[in-house]
T-cell receptor, first 119, second 114 residues
Framework: SAVISQKPSRDICQRGTSLTIQCQVD?????MFWYRQQPGQSLTLIAT?????????ESGFVIDKFPISRPNLTFSTLTVSNMSPEDSSIYLC????????????????FGPGTRLTVL | AQSVTQLGSHVSVSEGALVLLRCNYS??????LFWYVQYPNQGLQLLLK??????LVKGINGFEAEFKKSETSFHLTKPSAHMSDAAEYFC????????????FGTGTKLQVIP
């Protein structure tokens, strides 16, 4: 299994500012994922972050708005830039179980989320 | 492409009654299927998953789901609802094998009435 922590757990921010969310995993993992869950909606994948390479963004998400860092195999950050009220969401970090080979029976774990409110 | 449809954004059941949350998927290849639960102000927790083998999958907290390929369904059931089951439930699908993208359904909020 994997234990994931996120900081901050929640924040209230002003329009036009930026917030960096941290994700820490208790074991080394190859891929980390960032999701957004807007109020009353399901999870949407923002990007996939591999250590040592640029993140891969899903359609509708761009690096300038959501820059991601992945400095090592246990840590990642997601920045929400130039925020607007539409960015108010829960942001979740996720990983697959460590030491699992591609093609294997992977299990996905989620962090507790960061609840962001933009005024 | 893969997709998930959850029928009913809100479901209400009486305590002790059967819980049935519906999920249909589409996938061009054999899928892996998941049910997650999200309690208020908490992250997602895996309830159960289907990968290969037995089509009836048992999960935590008394929940189970059956993979029916002919119906492309993976409905979640529990024989007797408990107040603590009140939460939001998400069905998810991904292609089998490897680190593949997971697609989530829109979620079903379960209300349990005393």
């Amino acid at each position: 299994s994997a234990v994931i922590s996120q900081k901050p757990s929640r924040d209230i921010c002003q329009r036009g500012t930026s917030l960096t969310i941290q994700c820490q995993v208790d074991s080394q993992v190859t891929m980390m994922f960032w999701y957004r869950q807007q109020p009353g909606q399901s999870l949407t994948l923002i990007a996939t972050a591999n250590q040592g390479s640029e993140a891969t963004y899903e359609s509708g998400f761009v690096i300038d708005k959501f820059p991601i860092s992945r400095p090592n195999l246990t840590f990642s950050t997601l920045t929400v830039s130039n925020m607007s009220p539409e960015d108010s969401s829960i942001y979740l970090c996720s990983v697959f179980t460590p030491n699992t080979q591609p093609g294997g029976n992977n299990e996905q774990f989620f962090g507790p989320g960061t609840r962001l409110t933009v005024l | 492409a893969q997709s998930v449809t959850q029928l009913g954004s809100h479901v209400s059941v009486s305590e002790g009654a059967l819980v049935l949350l519906r999920c249909n998927y589409s996938s061009s290849v054999p899928p892996y299927l998941f049910w997650y639960v999200q309690y208020p102000n908490q992250g997602l927790q895996l309830l159960l998953k289907y990968t290969t083998g037995a089509t009836l999958v048992k999960g935590i907290n008394g929940f189970e789901a059956e993979f029916k390929k002919s119906e492309t369904s993976f409905h979640l059931t529990k024989p007797s609802a408990h107040m603590s089951d009140a939460a939001e439930y998400f069905c998810a699908v991904r292609y089998s094998g490897g680190y593949q993208k997971v697609t989530f359904g829109t979620g079903t909020k379960l209300q349990v009435i005393p």
